[in-house]
């Protein structure tokens, strides 16, 4: 927490706007509007307020007239929650591996899936459900030319990458929908709530529409389709107010902590920390994250997870991709072999902003005693 953030919460108390909608919703999407507006040129967009990351893409998906027998394609090396609205949409999700720079969605790959699901099922699919892993950014330019080639929407799950840019872009501008996340783990939080990114004030009230159980605009309550209980609690909005003061601080300790593995354990033989292909891929660094050569480093990544726990330093595992996943077993996949073998060698490391520059330096030493 900034400080700030109990400033706005109590306002909220004070003018009773206890609810999901008021002041701090409207100031909170104003000022996530003008933090994603490009380094070199103005985009034209606007973002809604929503109760999750996994709301603003299941309010994408609907948007863009998902439905029951539809294909999403969906980046398979990823969490959960980009694939789910996809099956709460009654649709199927297909899912497409990463390539091996940014260990996101693969482009040849992709192309290799559209054509492939048209001669299966006679139909393109719906929407192509690019992700930024860890805050780097996707091959973008290439996944929009094949989106575009085959007249395919983009929904960037960018819930990983406030902070990140791509060619000067903030990620969740580039395509025709981005989310947000501000979950108690992300770059922000607002101790649950999320952002969907549209074009425009027309599709900025239809997302409104949606997410408020999708009332007709008359005096009794008609409707017309189905809707949700999506907006953000104003009380949320404040503490994203108060998080929005401390954003540029948060991306820039991310990123000094990136900096700080980078240069700490390249050096040690059979330890590579993932980094961005060049300074077009201008990551947030949400999680840092490490491959770990089991020959040459001497043990398995969960070998050293299990050392780095014992002096009270928690990792993780890489995503486990979705084509692994019991819940998505009869879901089409198009694979290569490079997220599962990421997933077999990789950690998270510690990289949040309560992680210090003296505890990275400690958490650098462990594993450079681990070596064997
Ligand atoms: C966090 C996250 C989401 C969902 O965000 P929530 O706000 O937790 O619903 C979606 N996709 C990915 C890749 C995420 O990491």
């Known amino acids: 927490m900034s400080g700030n953030e109990q400033k706005y919460i109590n306002e909220a108390f004070e003018t009773n706007w206890v609810v999901p909608l008021g002041p701090n919703v409207n100031a909170f999407e104003e000022e996530l509007k003008e933090s994603l507006q490009g380094e070199t040129q103005a985009n034209p967009i606007e973002v809604v307020a929503l109760s999750s990351g996994t709301a603003a893409i299941h309010i994408a998906l609907t948007m863009l007239g998902v439905g029951p027998g539809d294909e999403v394609i969906c980046q398979s090396f990823t969490f959960a929650a980009s694939a789910n609205p996809i099956a709460y949409l009654g649709a199927v999700p297909v899912f497409v591996d990463s390539e091996a720079e940014t260990w996101n969605m693969d482009p040849t790959l992709l192309e290799e899936a559209i054509n492939d699901r048209y001669l299966v099922t006679g139909h393109y699919p719906k929407a192509i459900i690019p992700v930024y892993l860890y805050g780097m950014p996707p091959k973008m330019d290439e996944i929009l030319a094949i989106a575009k080639k085959y007249n395919i929407p983009v929904v960037e799950d960018s819930t990983e990458a406030q902070g990140t840019f791509y060619k000067g872009k903030a990620a969740g501008t580039l395509g025709h929908f981005g989310s947000m996340s501000f979950n108690g783990n992300k770059m922000i939080t607002t101790s649950g709530g999320g952002a969907l990114i549209c074009k425009n004030v027309e599709e900025k009230q239809q997302a409104i529409y949606y997410a408020t159980q999708a009332r007709q605009p008359k ?95 928690e990792s993780r595992p890489l995503w486990n991709p979705m084509h692994n996943q019991p819940v998505f077993k009869n879901a089409p996949s198009y694979t290569n072999g490079v997220s599962d073998g990421l997933f077999k060698i990789g950690l998270c490391l510690p990289s949040g902003p309560m992680v210090s520059e003296e505890d990275v330096l400690r958490i650098i030493e462990v594993i450079r005693n681990f070596k064997k």
């Open 219 to 313: 005096p009794y309550y008609e409707h017309t389709v189905i809707g949700y209980n999506y907006r953000l609690s104003n009380v949320s909005a404040g503490i994203g107010r108060g998080q929005m003061t401390i954003l540029k601080d948060h991306v820039a300790h991310h990123r000094m902590v990136h900096k700080l593995y980078m240069e700490g354990l390249n050096p040690i033989e059979g330890l590579r920390v993932q980094n961005a292909p060049n300074a077009d891929f201008d990551s947030s660094y949400w999680l840092s994250t490490l491959l770990i050569d089991q020959e040459k480093f001497g043990c398995e990544p969960l070998d050293l997870m299990e050392a780095l726990s014992l002096e009270g330093i």
